[in-house]
């Protein structure tokens, strides 16, 4: 039988491609990758690579109820979840869920510019 070793690759389906691109490479440091599929900017992430891309046929982010990407958790690890809590929201980032302490360090969920509900965490 053959084994699935975890995720490989996570990529968000975005309204405007160079938007989304700027907003995660402004917003949160990320950083291009040196190659990229046609349609998508893939940041040079770890361990996972993260992509935004262009819709696929028959996707409508219009039509997400009540935004893209519900019933999916995307956690990202950022050094300092706080110091970067603070920065998002006084750029006008929409927080979703404010700074907490748990088993993952401080965390915080925030929606970027297509609705996507993304968890920031700075612990193990």
Request: hydrophobic share 50%; glycine share 10%.
């Amino acid at each position: 039988m053959a084994t699935v070793t975890g995720p490989d690759f996570i990529a968000l389906q975005v309204r405007d491609l160079d938007a989304a691109a700027a907003f995660y490479e402004r917003h949160l440091g990320l950083r291009r990758a040196p190659a990229a599929p046609p349609g998508a900017v893939v940041f040079a992430t770890s361990p996972v690579p993260f992509a935004v891309r262009v819709p696929l046929p028959g996707v409508d982010l219009d039509a997400a109820v009540p935004r893209p990407g519900t019933g999916v958790a995307l956690w990202l690890r950022a050094d300092d979840a706080g110091e970067l809590h603070d920065e998002l929201a006084g750029a006008g980032v929409p927080i979703l869920a404010p700074p907490v302490v748990g088993p993952f360090g401080r965390t915080f969920t925030f929606a970027d510019p297509d609705g996507y509900a993304v968890t920031v965490h700075d612990g193990a």
